[in-house]
């Protein structure tokens, strides 16, 4: 009998235990309520709705806003000890339409998780996150979403800390609330690593190329790129969302070297001169977005093409299971017009 | 440590762009900066407006509360300690017992008020804060503005003002800020707590995107940041200049300008001071040409300063334009003018300024004058002669001053004198540096073009010693010094005069240190120069040596204690001995003090011995051993004629390129060796001599020219062929080779000897 007692006790011990262990790491089990339906990302500093947008949001029949709360970047404190603080919050000039499930997406520097410890701030961290959505009145948030380029070196800091925003989200969500998944991106090379401990994944099928490699075609989407990395789609051990690009941009190089992204500049401007496909000269210096380009300056434009989408779109779908959602990057309709409805339409299409 | 310290900030303040491996930066006397505009010794530090709400704070409570008591309850304790503060009857601060003493609910009250202020600000500061919608309501600014307003009494009436100031910022009722500042705060008397309001004004005009009105505010109270971000919106020109003038339009008397002003006059020197001091200057590089074209590329901008300089020493603003009428003084002179540059100066000095100023531009007069004068005669001597006192009385003035003043850490330069101070030029401190360059720089050369060089040797002697007179140093290693290590007897400008002008200025030199200037102005230098006479005569008995005097050279030697020739450390070279085996390259011996002595001495007999012998033979062979002694005596054994073995080497005391001088008595003796050896050959022709004379001609580290199969072939059978080749062994072979073996025999002989 006593043998048995303490047999029990053993086996009590070892279930506290386990559960305790269960507790300070959740891993990424079953998936909360995510619906499957039309998304988009919102970028910009500013949360001002144009008629276009919203038109766009109608008639794609948009459930989802992935919305950029805030960059989480360096900075440093009386002792020039480097500190995460919030910067480029988002300022809400429109009400979030109420028939949009927002996810708040935050993005977070990479560099951070070399240089200082991120658990410090995982509380604010979600403490923000969650009075931002309350004062501007977006109810019902059901998933947060944590944006960062992580590497093999910063992955168990990373992984760390979205850890410790579970907690913490597990933390502060008003009782009787629904829990709320946490999802992040995933860039296509991320796809051969360990997932993160989170409930999704949101693969982002852009900024495929070197940026900054003055030989690549073109950076924001090449099915090539997408090629290398579709096969691992199928058996990546997160659930997709698959996030394509609809953005253009000018990559500026001068010297040989990059400088810089020009998101305004466009190949009609006088100053320029065609050298081949997608690549223009300086012909004469001037101002654009605050720089000065140089006579011999050399830009590549670079859009993201929609036969080119539908072609990694295609290389992907193969692995992917059937209830994922298409995202669009990013709301914006000086980009979006450049596509026709029926294109947007094959886009979402799966 | 506090010496390194010194030296390295001494060394940062001399940005010499020349640079050494292995070895401190040295620095020419010329690159010391001339224009100070900015008194850092004595600048007062400014009390923080933290600090003056403290004492404000005790003048109201009386002198028998402490301050740090004030600021540990107003800065530091927490809310709850303020809330039972009246309770707490244990607590022994002094400002707590004077609450408790008189029950002071009204400093209470104003405490927790401003603490709660402080904490809702605080929280709005935080980077991670978010507000909520209750947030937005600023409820709880609203409660403090609101209790602050209520406040009726007077004692604290103006920090409520504050408390009210600070809470309406924060809740963006920026309304309430300038209306409260205009009706009441503003016309109070001036306080710290006002000054604090004025900022919170100053920042609503800024965030109005008013600048000219906000820059006034925060001129007004000094807040330098905060004028800068203003002024920056205020202007599209991005240059120091244009900053200058916004700062002077507010502030004429900003202590900022004072070190701006000098910044880039500081800029203008470095580019271009060498081109004016160092005319004679062979550069080792093309640094001296690339610093001055610096400086052509950045005139527009200096002379823009200069301008500028000159407008506002007349307009008067100020109340130190002479700072500016200097400024615009040298800059024209960087620039070449040096007539207008004296005009400008001159009326500098009639212009209002401080005495840090006023001296300033009695020092640039002082160089003017000493630059522009042509010709040094005595009526030049007798006008300088009063301001060099002048000088000098500065020096001994400052010699206790802090190098850096509101640190404890720093010393002053009696302190912190080293060993390498005045070897590297390094700069000491303002006039000390100035008699340095007007010396070295400016008259040196003037008095060696006149060929004037006793004067030459006594301005070097005081720029190299006074210091080291006024501080009392005593030299750690009295060395006289050998390849790199540069030690103060023989790194210093007097050392490198003594070595290399003719002997019998330094003989004058050393009379004039004996007995006395000739006048004045040579007395000025006398009382001020090294009297060390073991290291001045012994220079003067090497330098016979050089020139082959050796009859004037024993007197000299002989007066040299034993006790400083040890300690030369030159004296460890004395183990060659010079009268050495002709087919040796190096014959050793143990030094001894009267190495140089007995050498001298030597030669002596030598030199008369050949001028007294007849015999072709005997006189022959004197001649080979003289020669070779002197041959000796500028390689092998130069340590007898030298105090270094590498001639020309790197030596940066001195800027002008004067080691023209030093090859001529090389060249003589070399010469000299040429003629005895000539003269030998013609009076003998025994193949004894002609083989010695051989060995002596190729004399050298590794006879590099010495031929042994032909000198075996010519001179195999001579006596001191069998020596060499008794104790050499690479020689012997060529008797092993079978050329002469009947020679064997004799050499054996030899080497068992």
């Known amino acids: 009998m006593y043998k048995i007692s303490l047999f029990l006790l053993y086996l009590l011990v070892l279930t506290a235990c386990v559960g305790k262990q269960n507790a300070d790491v959740e891993p990424p089990t079953a998936e909360p309520q995510h619906d499957v339906g039309n998304s988009v990302y919102y970028w910009k500093t500013t949360f001002r709705l144009s008629d276009e947008e919203r038109y766009f949001i109608e008639t ?70 969650l009075t931002m959505s309350a004062t501007n009145d977006i109810n019902g948030v ?65 900024n495929t190329g070197g940026i900054r490699n003055r030989q690549t075609e073109n950076s924001i989407l090449a099915e090539n790129d997408v090629a290398l990395y579709a096969k691992h789609v199928g058996e990546y051990a997160l659930p997709l969302d698959v996030a394509y690009p609809t953005f253009s941009w000018a990559v500026w190089f001068s010297g ?71 995202i669009l990057y990013h709301l914006d309709d000086n980009n979006l017009s450049k596509y026709s409805e029926d294109e947007i339409n094959q886009i979402y299409a799966h | 440590m506090k010496s390194i310290k010194f030296t390295l900030i001494s060394a940062t303040l001399l940005l010499s762009a020349r640079a050494f491996a292995c070895t401190n930066p040295p620095y020419y006397p010329s690159e010391y900066y001339v224009f100070y505009s900015y008194d850092m010794v004595n600048h007062k530090k400014s009390v923080s407006i933290d600090e003056l709400s403290l004492r404000e704070w005790r003048k109201l409570v009386g002198n ?126 001036s306080s710290a707590v006002k000054t604090m309001c004025r900022g919170y004004v100053g920042g609503i005009w800024f965030r109005k995107g008013d600048y000219e009105k906000a820059i006034k505010y925060y001129s007004a109270i000094g807040d330098m940041d905060s004028f ?69 590329e950045k005139r527009k901008r200096f002379i823009e300063l200069r301008n500028f ?80 006192q002048w000088l000098d009385q500065l020096i001994v003035r400052d010699l206790d001053k802090k190098n850096i003043p509101d640190d404890d850490s720093w010393t002053n330069i009696k302190e912190s004198y080293g060993e390498f101070e005045t070897i590297y030029n390094f700069s000491q401190y303002y006039p000390f540096d100035m008699l340095r360059k007007i010396l070295l720089s400016v008259m040196i050369p003037k008095y060696l073009e006149q060929k004037n060089y006793t004067k030459v040797l006594l301005l070097a002697g005081t720029a190299s010693y006074r210091l080291r007179q006024l501080v009392g140093y005593k030299c750690v290693r009295p060395y006289v010094g050998y ?144 020669a070779v002694a002197l041959k000796r005596s500028v390689s092998e054994a130069w340590a007898l004629t030298d105090y270094s073995d590498c001639g020309t080497c790197f030596d940066y005391n001195y800027g002008i390129d004067i080691n023209l001088f030093n090859d001529i008595w090389r060249r003589k003796l070399s010469q000299s060796v040429d003629t005895y050896l000539n003269k030998a050959a013609t009076i003998s022709n025994n193949p004894e001599i002609r083989a010695q004379i051989m060995l002596a001609r190729t004399l050298d580290y590794y006879r590099p020219t010495f031929n042994k199969r032909q000198f075996a072939a010519e001179f195999g059978k001579t006596k001191i062929a069998s020596q060499f080749a008794a104790e050499c062994d690479t020689y012997r072979s060529y008797f092993n080779q079978s050329y002469f073996p009947e020679y064997l025999q004799q050499v054996w002989v030899y080497r068992k000897e």
């Open chain 2, 483 to 626: 390849k790199f290590f540069e030690y103060w007897d023989r790194s210093t400008a007097v050392f490198k005069f003594m070595n290399l002008l003719p002997v019998e200025y330094i003989i004058e030199y050393q009379d004039i240190l004996k007995s006395g200037g000739r006048n004045q102005f040579e007395s000025f230098f006398e009382e001020r120069c090294y009297k060390n006479y073991d290291y001045i005569t012994e220079i003067i008995g090497t330098k016979y040596l050089r020139e082959q005097q050796f009859d004037k050279a024993i007197p000299y030697l002989s007066n040299v204690s034993e006790k400083y020739i040890k300690q030369m450390s030159v004296y460890y070279y004395f183990r060659i001995d010079p009268f050495g085996k002709i087919y040796k390259t190096r014959v050793l011996q143990k030094p001894y003090p009267a190495c140089k002595l007995n050498y001298a001495k030597k030669m002596l007999a030598l030199q008369q011995q050949i001028d007294s012998l007849s015999n072709g033979y005997t006189k022959a062979q004197a001649m080979i051993v003289y």
């Open chain 2, 228 to 296: 800068w971000w203003c002024a920056d919106n205020l202007t599209t020109e991005n240059s120091d200049i244009q900053r200058m003038k916004i700062l002077y339009k507010y502030q004429p008397n900003a202590p900022e300008l004072d070190k701006m002003l000098q910044q880039i006059c500081r800029e203008a020197e470095i580019a271009a001071n060498q081109k004016l001091f160092d005319k004679n200057e062979q550069p080792f590089d093309d640094m001296y040409d690339r610093r001055y074209a610096r400086y052509i």
């Open chain 1, 142 to 206: 059901r998933e947060i979403q944590l944006d960062c380029d992580w590497t093999k070196t910063t992955e168990k800091a990373y992984f760390d800390f979205v850890k410790n925003v579970r907690t913490q989200l597990n933390r502060y969500t008003p009782k009787g609330i629904s829990d709320i998944s946490l999802s992040a991106t995933i860039r296509l090379h991320q796809l051969t690593m360990t997932p993160p401990p989170v409930n999704r994944g949101i693969l982002m099928c852009y």
């Open chain 2, 309 to 388: 300089a000159l407008q506002v020493a007349a307009e008067k603003r100020t109340a130190n334009p002479a700072m500016w009428q200097y400024a615009a003084a040298f800059l024209t002179f960087i620039d070449g003018k040096t007539a207008l540059a004296i005009e400008y100066l001159n009326g500098a000095a009639e212009l209002q300024g401080t005495s840090y100023i006023k001296e300033n531009i009695g020092v640039l007069q002082m160089i003017f004058q000493a630059y522009t004068t042509k010709n040094y005669d005595s009526e030049f001597e007798t006008a300088f002669l009063p301001k060099l």
């Open chain 1, 60 to 129: 794609h029949n948009v459930k989802r806003l992935y919305l950029r709360y805030f960059d989480v970047a360096r900075n440093a404190d009386f002792h020039d000890k480097i500190i995460p603080v919030p910067i480029a919050t988002v300022k809400f000039i429109d009400t979030v339409p109420s028939n949009l499930e927002v996810v708040p997406v935050v993005f977070i520097d990479n560099s951070l998780f070399y240089d200082c410890d991120m658990n410090q701030v995982a509380e604010n961290f979600v403490k923000r996150i």
């Open chain 1, 256 to 326: 040989k070297k990059f400088q810089a992204l020009l998101r305004e500049l466009t190949p009609d401007n006088e100053n320029l001169k065609l050298l081949n496909n997608n690549r223009f000269s300086v012909i004469s210096g001037f101002y654009q977005e605050g720089k000065y380009l140089s006579a011999g300056d050399e830009i590549r434009f670079e859009n993201s093409d929609f036969q080119e989408i539908i072609r990694a779109k295609k290389r992907l779908e193969k692995g992917l299971k059937k209830n994922y959602s298409v």
């Open chain 2, 64 to 189: 028998q509360v402490s301050i740090n008591d004030i600021r540990e309850v107003v800065y530091r304790y927490p809310l709850d300690s303020l809330k039972i503060l009246l309770n707490d009857s244990r607590n022994k601060n002094t400002f707590v017992r004077y609450i408790l003493k008189r029950r002071d609910t009204e400093i209470v009250d104003y405490l927790i008020l401003a603490k709660n202020c402080e904490t809702a600000r605080a929280k709005r500061a935080d980077a991670w804060w978010y507000p909520t919608k209750e947030d937005l309501k600023n409820t709880d600014l609203e409660m403090i503005i609101e209790q602050a307003l209520a406040y009726k009494g007077k004692r604290l009436k103006i920090r409520y003002l504050l408390q009210a100031i600070r809470a309406a910022y924060s809740a963006k009722n920026y309304d309430l800020c300038l209306n409260l500042w205009e009706k009441e705060i503003a016309k109070m008397p």
